[in-house]
């Protein structure tokens, strides 16, 4: 029980703006705000602490699938179902680029840790390094080694990680040049990196994540109960990498211990899918986000 | 003439003669200089250049009108202020007509639209007006209860009636509506009366007005009247539309946007035309007839294609329901339906009533019953099927009997009975009934061993039977197992281990996946072996050796080693040579093998279908590919691969990383190519579409005979820096990079072979290579274009040998070998190659119309010779300006000092050519040659570096 109390199982505040789905809910570095995006085609900025909506952003011409913020909340990049890239200036809300290339929907958008670049995984099978440096729109470099849709995208300081629905997880190691391809047999819908950089959470489509060593690319753990078949759902760990969270397909979200993978609790977070799930740097605090069309900030 | 004119009537004004212009120019001239200005306004004339009276002021015609060349003031026409600020942006004007007019001419425009100006229409009462005009215009529209056109002298103009009066004076204002129904009726009635009244009146008016339009009446002294009458007449109109939404009262879905308004309207009326209800919804109208749930809420731009993305995945949660487009749908089938049963009940012939309650009612029948102890599936009662009626539910799982011969005896007896029949049983049992071991069937010791084993064995039978008996249907309500699926598409099955068979019975019949898999990948290890004790090297110990080697690394599945490196005695392409036979040889004992499998199969059927069963996908040959995919899929997941991958420089940047390949050539550019995507298959995979592009490229290099000249073309066209290194790193990687990695390396290695595979590859290959180092490394730069006149083709064939008989023509000059020497700073290997080459030049110089005639050669060579000959031609006589062929006329520019050098290096070696002719004649133009000729080339190329070390 001494577990679950330290869960941000309480919902806090609920976050209600988006018309439709809500497809990706991110804290950002600090995680003071939260951005989120949905399939009314707008990303918001939040503040979930206070549950203020302080800006909208409006350009894309379909949903957007993902958001991510710099390291320096200035600018944040966007994608989604028109097959770009944005690179929005946060305080201005104008884009200042949008990267053009993929040939079909951007799954994911990652800045790395300097923000120099922008790295997407789209449906065409690729994932694509756009350059925020320079006034270059070609993709500084180009991964087509997966042979699906890439659903979901990893930085590291020195790698670059790819889920994609091939079942793979391919980790692009800048080092030394070198491609590490751990096939888990399944379809990857989401992957999130430990915080100790040592494991990588991959959330299948069989209902279940997989733990897997980075170094060996052993299967540490299996999580399941939860519903994960055709919806592309999040999973994340928390701070302490003590439990593994996993938002299902039915609404709820679990909570599992990340060394025995039992269900260390499960509720109702939303009515509906819930698509995105994201731990707060640093507190105990989550945010989840659904098709119902709210966000909903939880804590312990 | 004069009589003439008389008869002629004239229209318009006749043309002037040249004089009269001539005066009038003059008389203008003179208003122009002179004192016209003098004289007062009105009296001034304003001409044109050609001294005609000007048009001034647009619309009354005035000719004068204005001073001099202006109208209206002293200052003329005074222009629009036009001021435009960064704050105070100005607007596009419009320009209206009273932009134009005068004020009189104001005036006399205003006076044709008489209105109450906005201020004083205090009720909105204009505004009422209208709207209700257009009620009743829809109301003429619609079709009336009464058929034809209304009587006209109901709508006969009458002075406004007391009853309107009387309103007015109630403080009734019109185009209000009259709040107490009473009052209104009351209204109405008097309304009638004095209708009536004036009708008995003035009747002979009425039958005069009657011809009178409705612009008239409204024309006339009192135009409200008329409206009045029609405002009562017009109050049913908002009854004939009945309520037949779900809206709330007074709710307009359609307020902020009418033009749907419309269409909902005319989709009614055409239901109401047609009788029936057309399944057409807002949303298809509007997308078009793509079907798909679009997500909701959020629709799709106009130039915007609905596409697979639009539809909404997330179905659960409809936003439908807060949005206007469809809720009139549901109301619609019950309107429908009581349209249909009015009309119904109007077809009833006058005098006649419909039955309250008819005779006629639809009788119902009952579906039949069936009755319980029927089954749906047929059975068709044989020996089999008789026994394993009873042995349905599954004896419990007993210990076998401690007794090891009980045990198996058992064993054998229930596989025997399972196969012969229960009737067996009872033979056996009468026979033996004395005997002890028996004592099994009569349930005594290992009864219950045996009928379990009995159940197993039965049941294995059964799914055998249904294999061998294809008529059995399998049924649909047990889950279908891989048996059922995989005889139901024909598929065969392998052979399976015993130890297999055990764990497939224990577990009743149905599949553990990875175990099965896991053996057939030990099956294709056994098949393997198999090869190995076929030999079909058996002369060459070494080679055989090899043939193993390579069929287990073919087996063991990943990436080749790189023990290529290895057997370096041989040449690559002799490799290659020896893997494309070892890959048919190993394909050939598979197929032999997968044919007597099939051949024992059909022998002895029991036999393997005593196993668990494995299906591959069909027929023999498709064994190997099952191999492949078994041992991708047996090896247990997760699985790690390791590729090579090159981050871009610009990534690492960005990254602050150091580049792992920092300095390295660019790799060949990867995955688009057809071999390199090869790299990362599986080796049989990989193997079978390398023999697939070899022998594609045999045919190519079949066709490609055909089409020399382009080649030479292409060749001398002036190529980007960029391929020359290329194509040179590729061969610099062959040559130095040994060690790099195993896949690239085979990789190259592949397309190597693929290179030798053409004759014209080959050629311009090694022109290329040789260009490529010249122009990267040694060459000056003031001779770029001096390899293109370099005959290519020769190089093969002469560098394979190098010693050869001597037949040395010091005709020309000697002495340009040393200038040559001193200034190019080639380096010794390439140098000697090069000039390896120039030497054949010399004798097909001296020759060249002997090499084209002879007859011997194949035709690649004759191609090139004639190339070369031509070339030489060209070179023999200097001051002829071969301007037929493009590529000679680029070799001209740098022709000179190259020839120098050419020439030099003539002489010594020029006696190679007879014999690489030699060599090449014996060459057929089987595929046998293109590696052989690969060997020369590679052969010639590791010489080559070896005198550069």
């Known amino acids: 029980m001494s577990a679950t109390a330290e869960l941000p199982t309480k919902e806090a505040h609920v976050l209600k703006g988006h018309e439709g789905a809500v497809l990706a809910a991110r804290f950002n570095g600090d995680g003071n705000y939260a951005l989120t995006c949905g399939k009314d085609r707008t990303i918001r900025l939040w503040n979930p602490h206070r549950g203020i909506l302080i800006k909208t952003y409006k350009s894309h011409g379909r949903e957007v699938r993902d958001v991510h913020v710099t390291s320096d909340n200035a600018k944040f990049c966007s994608c989604g179902g028109d097959r770009q890239v944005y690179y929005w200036d946060v305080s201005t809300g104008r884009v200042i680029r949008k990267f053009r290339g993929h040939d079909g929907e951007v799954n994911a958008v990652k800045f790395n840790d300097s923000s120099s670049v922008v790295v997407s995984a789209g449906f065409d099978r690729s994932l694509r390094v756009w350059d925020c440096r320079s006034h270059s729109v070609e993709p500084v470099q180009i991964i087509d080694t997966f042979l699906d849709t890439v659903m979901s995208v990893v930085l590291t300081k020195t790698e670059i990680i790819g889920g994609s629905v091939d079942g793979t997880v391919r980790t692009f190691d800048m080092r030394i040049g070198r491609e590490m391809s751990d096939n888990l047999g399944q379809p990857v819908n989401c992957i999130s990196i430990s915080n100790d950089g040592n494991c990588v959470l991959a959330g299948c489509l069989d209902s279940t994540l997989r733990l897997l060593d980075r170094t060996t690319g052993e299967l540490l753990q299996v999580y399941r109960g939860h519903i994960s078949k055709s919806f592309k759902t999040d999973c994340c760990l928390t701070n302490s990498d003590a439990h593994v969270i996993g938002g299902s397909e039915d609404g709820l979200v679990f909570f599992w211990d990340l060394v025995d993978a039992k269900v260390v609790s499960k509720f109702r977070a939303h009515d509906l899918v819930v698509t995105s799930v994201s731990y707060h740097p640093k507190e105990d605090c989550m945010l989840t986000s659904s098709v119902d069309g709210t966000i909903r900030v939880w804590k312990k | 003439m004069a009589s003439d004119e008389e008869d002629f009537v004239f229209h318009g004004t006749p043309i002037e003669r040249e004089e009269e212009i001539a005066s009038r120019k003059k008389k203008a001239v003179a208003g122009a200089s002179g004192n016209l200005r003098t004289l007062p306004a009105w009296k001034q004339e304003v001409t044109d250049e050609e001294g005609r009276r000007r048009f001034h002021g647009a619309f009354t015609g005035g000719y004068s009108a204005g001073y001099y060349n202006t109208v209206g003031s002293k200052d003329g026409w005074a222009p629009q202020s036009f001021t435009s600020s960064r704050k105070n942006r100005a607007g596009a004007r419009k320009q209206s007509i009273s932009d134009f007019l005068d004020e009189d001419e104001k005036a006399d425009m205003e006076g044709q639209s008489l209105s109450a100006s906005s201020q004083f229409d205090t009720f909105g009462f204009t505004a009422a007006e209208y709207s209700r005009k257009q009620v009743e215009k829809e109301q003429h529209e619609r079709p009336s209860a009464i058929p034809g056109p209304v009587p006209d002298e109901l709508i006969a103009p009458v002075s406004e009636s007391i009853g309107v009066k009387l309103l007015l004076k109630m403080g009734w204002r019109r185009g209000h509506s009259i709040k107490d129904v009473r009052a209104s009726s009351d209204a109405r009635r008097e309304a009638r009366k004095a209708f009536l009244a004036f009708s008995t009146d003035e009747n002979t008016k009425e039958t005069s007005d009657s011809m009178v339009s409705e612009t008239e009446v409204e024309t006339s002294l009192d135009p409200q009247f008329s409206e009045d009458i029609k405002i009562s007449e017009s109050t049913p109109v908002y009854v004939l539309n009945p309520k037949q939404d779900l809206h709330g009262l007074g709710y307009d879905p359609f307020k902020h946007a009418p033009e749907f308004r419309e269409k909902k309207r005319s989709r009614l009326s055409a239901n109401k035309e047609a009788g029936f209800r057309k399944p057409l919804?807002?949303?298809?109208?509007?997308?078009?007839?793509?079907?798909?749930?679009?997500?909701?809420?959020?629709?799709?731009?106009?130039?915007?294609?609905?596409?697979?993305?639009d539809e909404d995945v997330y179905g659960g949660y409809d936003f439908d329901q807060t949005y206007v487009i469809e809720d009139e749908q549901p109301a619609k089938p019950s309107n429908d339906n009581r349209l249909r049963l009015t009309s119904k009940?109007?077809?009833?012939?006058?005098?006649?009533?419909?039955?309250?309650?008819?005779?006629?009612?639809?009788?119902?029948?009952?579906?039949?019953?069936?009755?319980?102890?029927?089954?749906?599936?047929?059975?068709?009662?044989?020996?089999?099927?008789?026994?394993?009626?009873?042995?349905?539910?599954?004896?419990?799982?007993?210990?076998?009997?401690?007794?090891?011969?009980?045990?198996?005896?058992?064993?054998?007896?229930?596989?025997?009975?399972?196969?012969?029949?229960?009737?067996?049983?009872?033979?056996?049992?009468?026979?033996?009934?004395?005997?002890?071991?028996?004592?099994?069937?009569?349930?005594?010791?290992?009864?219950?061993?045996?009928?379990?084993?009995?159940?197993?064995?039965?049941?294995?039978?059964?799914?055998?039977?249904?294999?061998?008996?294809?008529?059995?249907?399998?049924?649909?309500?047990?889950?279908?197992?891989?048996?059922?699926?995989?005889?139901?598409?024909?598929?065969?099955?392998?052979?399976?281990?015993?130890?297999?068979?055990?764990?497939?019975?224990?577990?009743?019949?149905?599949?553990?996946?990875?175990?099965?898999?896991?053996?057939?990948?030990?099956?294709?290890?056994?098949?393997?072996?198999?090869?190995?004790?076929?030999?079909?090297?058996?002369?060459?110990?070494?080679?055989?050796?090899?043939?193993?080697?390579?069929?287990?690394?073919?087996?063991?599945?990943?990436?080749?080693?790189?023990?290529?490196?290895?057997?370096?005695?041989?040449?690559?392409?002799?490799?290659?040579?020896?893997?494309?036979?070892?890959?048919?040889?190993?394909?050939?004992?598979?197929?032999?093998?997968?044919?007597?499998?099939?051949?024992?199969?059909?022998?002895?059927?029991?036999?393997?279908?005593?196993?668990?069963?494995?299906?591959?996908?069909?027929?023999?040959?498709?064994?190997?590919?099952?191999?492949?995919?078994?041992?991708?899929?047996?090896?247990?997941?997760?699985?790690?691969?390791?590729?090579?991958?090159?981050?871009?420089?610009?990534?690492?940047?960005?990254?602050?990383?150091?580049?792992?390949?920092?300095?390295?050539?660019?790799p060949a550019p990867r995955a688009r190519n057809k071999m390199d995507s090869l790299i990362f298959m599986p080796d049989t995979v990989k193997a079978a579409s390398a023999r697939q592009v070899s022998e594609s490229q045999e045919h190519k290099k079949e066709t490609s005979i055909e089409e020399p000249e382009v080649e030479v073309e292409v060749e001398n066209v002036e190529r980007p820096v960029d391929l020359y290194k290329a194509i040179f790193s590729d061969d610099s990687e062959d040559d130095e990079d040994q060690v790099m990695n195993g896949k690239i390396q085979e990789g190259q290695e592949k397309k190597n072979e693929a290179a030798a595979s053409t004759l014209n590859r080959l050629i311009a290959g090694d022109f290329l290579e040789s260009l490529g180092k010249e122009l990267g490394f040694e060459v000056p730069s003031d001779v770029p274009y001096q390899e293109g006149t370099k005959p290519m083709e020769e190089e093969n064939k002469s560098r394979s040998k190098p010693e050869s008989s001597s037949e040395k023509r010091p005709d020309r000059s000697g002495f340009k070998e040393k200038v040559e020497e001193k200034t190019s700073s080639l380096t010794l290997g390439s140098e000697d190659e090069k000039s390896r080459k120039k030497r054949e030049k010399s004798p097909r110089k001296r020759s060249g119309g002997n090499d084209l005639s002879s007859p011997s050669e194949s035709s690649g060579d004759e191609r090139s010779k004639k190339r070369s000959s031509k070339k030489d031609r060209y070179r023999n006589n200097d001051s002829e300006s071969d301007s037929s062929s493009d590529y000679h006329s680029r070799d001209k520019q740098g022709s000179r000092s190259r020839r120098k050098r050419r020439e030099s290096s003539r002489e010594k070696r020029s006696s190679h050519k007879k014999h690489s002719k030699h060599h090449r004649s014996k060459k057929s133009s089987s595929s046998k040659l293109v590696y052989s000729s690969d060997e020369d080339r590679k052969e010639s190329k590791r010489e080559k570096r070896r005198r550069r070390d």
């Open chain 2, 281 to 309: 919804s807002m949303k298809e109208s509007l997308f078009g007839p793509k079907s798909g749930k679009i997500a909701p809420g959020f629709g799709i731009g106009a130039l915007e294609e609905l596409d697979v993305e």
């Open chain 2, 345 to 666: 009940e109007h077809d009833v012939l006058p005098g006649f009533g419909a039955a309250k309650n008819s005779d006629y009612s639809m009788e119902r029948f009952n579906p039949p019953k069936i009755p319980k102890d029927f089954v749906t599936r047929h059975k068709f009662s044989g020996p089999l099927e008789a026994e394993t009626k009873p042995t349905l539910s599954a004896p419990p799982d007993v210990p076998p009997p401690a007794d090891n011969n009980l045990k198996l005896l058992i064993e054998g007896f229930a596989t025997f009975v399972s196969r012969c029949g229960k009737l067996y049983e009872d033979l056996s049992r009468e026979k033996n009934q004395s005997n002890q071991l028996f004592d099994f069937l009569r349930g005594g010791n290992g009864h219950e061993y045996y009928a379990r084993r009995l159940w197993e064995e039965q049941q294995k039978r059964g799914d055998q039977s249904k294999l061998t008996i294809d008529v059995k249907p399998s049924s649909s309500v047990q889950k279908m197992t891989a048996e059922e699926r995989g005889s139901l598409l024909g598929e065969k099955p392998l052979q399976r281990s015993l130890k297999e068979t055990d764990t497939s019975a224990s577990s009743g019949g149905s599949f553990q996946f990875p175990t099965n898999l896991s053996d057939t990948f030990t099956k294709s290890a056994s098949t393997q072996e198999a090869a190995d004790a076929v030999k079909p090297f058996k002369d060459d110990t070494a080679k055989q050796e090899r043939f193993e080697q390579f069929l287990k690394e073919k087996y063991k599945g990943g990436l080749r080693s790189t023990d290529f490196n290895r057997v370096n005695s041989m040449s690559e392409s002799a490799r290659a040579q020896e893997r494309l036979d070892f890959e048919s040889a190993a394909e050939a004992i598979e197929k032999g093998k997968a044919y007597k499998e099939v051949r024992r199969a059909t022998e002895r059927p029991l036999d393997f279908l005593a196993g668990g069963l494995q299906f591959t996908s069909g027929g023999t040959e498709q064994i190997k590919d099952t191999g492949v995919v078994d041992m991708k899929s047996s090896t247990t997941y997760p699985k790690r691969e390791e590729f090579q991958w090159r981050p871009s420089p610009l990534l690492c940047k960005r990254f602050d990383l150091p580049d792992p390949f920092m300095g390295k050539l660019p």
